[in-house]
């Protein structure tokens, strides 16, 4: 069964600051793994998702690294606003087609 | 596009009363999938339908949840009967999935679109 861990739990950082999101899982064999963003009382939005056979995504100020061997897949984000502040999750693609598990989420604060 | 559209958005019932959470996909998506995210257990995968038929129910709870999709722009999570531990946020989502179950292609799987969530308090 395929479990998936975010490190940390929360982070809270100024603003402008660059900062690393962690997540990590325990089957190698994924199909993909994708990163959302959560705000407070709402749904879930896609940031990036990365092929099994990718290694990075970017989109704007998002960065997102995946290395399966290691099971592990870093989201790196780039000066840091105050409208970044939410949860962010890690979704991995494995043990079926279309199927998702989502790791446990960060929730980030940047400080003005 | 409205987007992945869920109903209603938040319901507060009784233990034993049934329960009856609606969603609608985003139009010409193959794909609808039911979660529940509590703070103990995060997000989980209930169920989800490829093309209205159940692909895999495996996330279920028990016997008292029942997923219905009658067709492609509506499906219905059913708890019956409800219990104070089913109090969570249910979220259902739609992918557009261009290639149907039958046809794995490793690596691939569309981006999943998720409606509002309804938050379900079972006194």
Same mark, same amino acid.
């Given at each position: 069964?395929?479990? *998936?861990?975010?490190?940390?739990?929360?982070?809270?950082?100024?603003?402008?600051?660059?900062? *690393?999101?962690?997540?990590? $899982? /325990?089957?190698?064999?994924?199909?993909?793994?994708?990163? $959302?963003?959560?705000?407070?009382? +709402?749904?879930? /939005?896609?940031?990036?998702?990365?092929?099994?056979?990718?290694?990075?995504?970017?989109?704007?100020?998002?960065?997102?690294?995946?290395?399966?061997?290691?099971?592990?897949?870093?989201?790196?984000?780039?000066?840091?606003?105050?409208?970044?502040?939410?949860?962010?999750?890690?979704? *991995?693609?494995?043990?079926?087609?279309?199927?998702?598990? $989502?790791?446990?989420?960060? +929730?980030?604060? *940047?400080?003005? | 596009?409205?987007?992945?559209? &869920?109903?209603?958005?938040?319901?507060?019932? !009784?233990?034993? @009363?049934?329960?009856?959470?609606?969603?609608?996909?985003?139009?010409?998506?193959?794909?609808?999938?039911?979660?529940? &995210? #509590?703070?103990?257990?995060?997000? !989980?995968?209930?169920?989800?339908?490829?093309? =209205?038929?159940?692909?895999?129910?495996?996330?279920?709870?028990?016997?008292?949840?029942?997923? %219905?999709?009658? =067709?492609?722009?509506?499906? #219905?999570? %059913?708890? @019956?009967?409800?219990?104070?531990?089913?109090?969570?946020?249910?979220?259902?989502?739609?992918?557009?999935?261009?290639?149907?179950?039958?046809? %794995?292609? !490793?690596?691939? #799987?569309?981006? &999943?679109?998720?409606?509002?969530? #309804?938050?379900?308090?079972?006194?």
């Amino acid at each position: 069964k395929q479990e *998936v861990t975010q490190i940390p739990a929360a982070l809270s950082v100024p603003e402008g600051e660059n900062l *690393v999101l962690n997540c990590s $899982f /325990t089957d190698s064999a994924i199909y993909n793994l994708q990163w $959302f963003r959560q705000d407070p009382g +709402k749904g879930l /939005t896609s940031l990036l998702l990365i092929q099994s056979s990718q290694r990075e995504q970017t989109s704007g100020r998002l960065n997102a690294s995946l290395d399966k061997s290691s099971g592990r897949s870093t989201l790196y984000i780039a000066a840091s606003q105050p409208g970044d502040s939410a949860t962010y999750l890690c979704a *991995v693609g494995s043990g079926g087609y279309q199927k998702v598990t $989502f790791g446990t989420g960060t +929730k980030l604060q *940047v400080i003005p | 596009d409205a987007g992945v559209i &869920q109903s209603p958005r938040h319901e507060v019932t !009784e233990m034993g @009363q049934e329960v009856t959470l609606r969603c609608k996909p985003i139009s010409g998506h193959d794909y609808l999938f039911w979660y529940r &995210q #509590t703070m103990m257990r995060g997000l !989980e995968l209930l169920i989800y339908f490829n093309n =209205n038929v159940p692909i895999d129910d495996s996330g279920m709870p028990e016997d008292r949840f029942s997923a %219905k999709m009658p =067709n492609a722009s509506f499906s #219905t999570l %059913k708890i @019956q009967p409800s219990e104070p531990r089913d109090s969570a946020v249910y979220f259902c989502a739609s992918s557009l999935g261009s290639f149907p179950v039958t046809i %794995k292609r !490793e690596g691939f #799987t569309d981006t &999943q679109y998720f409606g509002p969530g #309804t938050r379900l308090t079972v006194l």
